[in-house]
């Protein structure tokens, strides 16, 4: 390999980082209405136009938000990649923006349970009924908020062991108007105590570290009423080699472990969870869903 190989392989990926700043550019645009000289508001247009000329067509603002979240998380966690390449693997990430934004990704995992209650419809009626939801990995709180908005019976706990995200959390919570029904605690998920109280857990995979897992599980299972769900997110199996090994990085770095839909699935099948199965709510992020026993 040559300096001429090296310098040529980094041109062709700035193109890829490039381009993304100017989608999410484009996007900050669309959603601040932002003022600026009119030329370069042009020639962003113009390069999201050269990657497709539909892609931002029939999108919702509250979508092209949960994208320029995703883009700005990236762009931010890249940047401590590149400053911080030695830091110890965990999630210790201080800045607003990226706290903020990774938060406001986790908004679309309400879709995929709005399409799961929709064909399971006892789980329909649990989160209807009025029962408890529990948000492990609460972070700022955006998934607690919109399971509340879009579930106005459901009682939530959110519990995180990260301080500077409850901090954003209890801010973002009391602006939302339904600060009453949102309940947040300093706890890990592998320390919880809650007995037969939860309809619904979610556990964010990607975080969560195999050597915790059994006993997350253990405990979490006694937190759910008899009859209960659990949803593990894993992200979906990515399309290639490189996305792959970005992938593992992403989550080893973050404290977590890169599951698979078939090791969570024996996972949950040990723990004594019944009705395992995994379920694609579309997008990157899979599903894998289990019952506590009756």
């Known amino acids: 390999m040559s300096i001429e190989s090296l310098m040529a392989t980094s041109q062709r990926l700035s193109v890829s980082v490039e381009a993304l700043a100017a989608l999410g550019a484009e996007l900050r645009w669309r959603q601040e209405g932002l003022g600026g000289d009119a030329r370069v508001r042009a020639l962003l247009h113009d390069v999201v136009n050269a990657v497709d000329p539909q892609l931002l067509d029939g999108i919702d603002p509250d979508r092209e938000a949960s994208v320029l979240a995703l883009i700005q998380t990236i762009f931010r966690q890249a940047v401590d990649l590149l400053e911080n390449p030695a830091r110890a693997p965990a999630w210790t990430h201080q800045d607003p923006i990226i706290l903020q934004s990774q938060g ?165 099948r040990v723990s004594d969870f019944r009705e395992v199965e995994s379920f694609s709510p579309g997008g990157p992020i899979l599903f894998v869903v289990g019952r506590r026993s009756e």
């Not at 399971?120 to 492990?136: K, S, T, Y």
């Open 104 to 268: 406001q990704v986790s908004r679309l995992i309400v879709r995929g349970i709005d399409a799961l209650a929709a064909q399971r419809p006892e789980l329909g009626a649990m989160l209807r009924g009025g029962g408890a939801f529990l948000d492990v990995g609460t972070g700022v709180g955006w998934l607690a908020i919109d399971m509340a908005r879009g579930w106005p019976a459901l009682r939530i706990v959110g519990v995180d062991p990260w301080q500077p995200a409850l901090v954003l959390a209890r801010d973002n919570i009391a602006k939302s108007g339904i600060a009453e029904r949102i309940e947040l605690r300093l706890q890990r998920a592998e320390h919880l105590d809650d007995v037969a109280t939860f309809s619904l857990a979610w556990l964010p995979g990607p975080f969560i570290a195999a050597e915790i897992a059994g006993r997350a599980l253990e405990r979490i299972r006694c937190a759910l009423v008899p009859g209960g769900w659990l949803i593990f997110g894993i992200n979906a199996p990515p399309p290639g080699r490189l996305e792959e090994a970005l992938a593992i990085l992403r989550n080893v770095r973050n404290g977590g472990y890169r599951w698979t839909a078939r090791e969570v699935e024996e996972r949950l």
